[in-house]
């Protein structure tokens, strides 16, 4: 059966990088920001919708107990437009903040917002409302900001004269072996890591008979089978056997193999032995800003963003190309975070705030989706069991292999224009 995917070139970022170009130039003289006034915010039984007469730069919301409240921090945007309540939500106040718009959710029962997703045209941005009880509500206070990210935008931060960095990027520490890949030649490439392996076993089952480098690896093996049987992708594995690799080389072994997605598999670990579920995390803005720096900050800029070399391009430019290639980057995992979560639900325990994001090192490649899936928690034992037992191994694995197909098909489908039902038959 031919499902038309095609593997991009190792340049699949650079028409798009090259095609903003044209707007850099403009942009060096001041680099522009994304502004627009909030036109509505509507609270329903399971979301609030905000709307925007303009692209806004990004969002992120939070938590806040005593009183009991949801804060959505939009950059780019101020306050305005009429608000709706719903049967959680007793009120809704806005006010200007630093660099953008702040809206404050006051609850009429304990409400946490688990997902959110912007529009294609930047204008919508939309977050899930759940309600729950008392202690999963402090818990979220507690964990911090999830932010959310327009589809891609040309936003760039300004280049500050005499800016520096101190802190290089460090070369991989010897010559990769690069894998094997399996499957039908011209399909997208998954490279799937299986974490630690080796000197590193990672974190210990509550009986400790189960070590994380061993789970992460079998489910890495069950997530490439499914993911070969299904003749829509090649697979690579970083690591089918027991050995260790440093964090940069996990990547840059994906990387040099052109993969379009790359899923770092791992296993949560906690003091509570009740914590359960999986989790998603993708690259934070903040850890992305700072990688980017280094990046643009390095001698050698050759072979930074999908094979284009910067070794003669200006240091803004540089600086610009990185960050645009970054945050479309940034975009698509987090796409396929969420959408891992949704197939995920169904067939295993997961969290209710299933994508995260953080600075883990190795999610920074800048021009490759990248996920690390913490596919359940092995200080659990009941997790750890359903890790360790092919029932389980399997439910994940096609958890994975669905998000595959979908994220995939979604793409081809924008490229042609045609439905993502077409693409998937």
């Known amino acids: 059966m031919d499902f038309g995917w095609t593997v991009a070139t190792a340049t699949r970022h650079s028409i798009r990088v090259f095609a903003a170009l044209a707007l850099i130039a403009g942009w060096l003289s001041g680099v522009p920001s994304w502004a627009g006034t909030i036109r509505g915010i509507h609270v329903s039984s399971n979301s609030i919708t905000l709307t925007f007469d303009g692209r806004v730069a ?3 919301s939070f938590v806040l107990n005593t009183p009991r409240r949801i804060a959505i921090d939009v950059a780019g945007a101020t306050p305005g437009g009429h608000a709706t309540t719903g049967e959680m939500v007793a009120g809704v106040r806005q006010a200007a903040s630093a660099g953008g718009a702040r809206i404050v959710l006051d609850l009429a029962t304990p409400a946490i917002v688990t997902e959110g997703s912007f529009a294609a045209d930047g204008r919508t941005l939309t977050l899930a409302l759940s309600p729950v009880d008392d202690a999963r509500f ?7 900001r999830m932010s959310f990210l327009p589809p891609f935008s040309y936003a760039a931060t300004p280049v500050r004269q005499g800016y520096g960095v101190a802190v290089a990027v460090p070369a991989v ?6 894998p094997h890949i399996d499957g039908p030649a011209g399909r997208p490439l998954v490279v799937i890591d299986a974490g630690h392996g ?3 076993p990672g974190a210990l089952s509550p009986d400790g008979s189960l ?3 061993d789970l992460t690896l079998k489910v890495a093996q069950a997530i490439r089978d499914d993911l070969i049987a299904s003749g829509r992708v090649r697979v690579a594995l970083t690591r089918d056997d027991d050995r260790y690799l440093i964090h940069r080389e996990r990547f840059e072994v994906a990387r040099q193999l052109g993969a379009q997605l790359f899923i770092s598999i791992h296993c949560d670990s906690a003091g509570n032995v009740d914590a359960t579920g999986a989790t998603a995390y993708t690259l934070s803005e903040i850890a992305s800003d700072k990688e980017a720096a280094r990046l643009a900050a390095r001698e050698n800029k050759a072979d930074i963003i999908a094979g284009m070399n910067l070794g003669d391009a200006p240091a803004d430019i ?19 975070a969420r959408l891992l979560g949704r197939e995920a639900k169904p067939l295993m325990p997961t ?3 299933f994508h995260r994001m953080a600075s883990l090192l190795v999610l920074k490649a800048p021009d490759m989706p990248s996920i690390l899936f913490e596919t359940g928690y092995i200080s659990n034992q009941r997790d750890a069991d359903f890790l360790n037992s092919r029932e389980g191994r399997e439910k994940v694995a096609e958890s994975v292999r669905r998000a595959v197909d979908v994220h995939f098909a979604t793409r081809m489908a924008g490229r042609s224009g045609g439905s993502v039902e077409t693409a998937l038959r």
């Open 198 to 200: 080796g000197h590193d």
């Open 351 to 353: 969290k209710a705030a």
């Open 318 to 336: 540089s600086s610009i190309l990185i960050d645009l290639t970054q945050r479309e980057t940034m975009n698509t995992s987090a796409s396929f």
């Open 211 to 213: 070590q994380e480098k």
């Open 58 to 60: 990004d969002a992120s």
């Open 173 to 178: 520490a010897r010559r990769l072996k690069l």
């Open 138 to 144: 402090e818990r979220a206070a507690a964990e911090g």
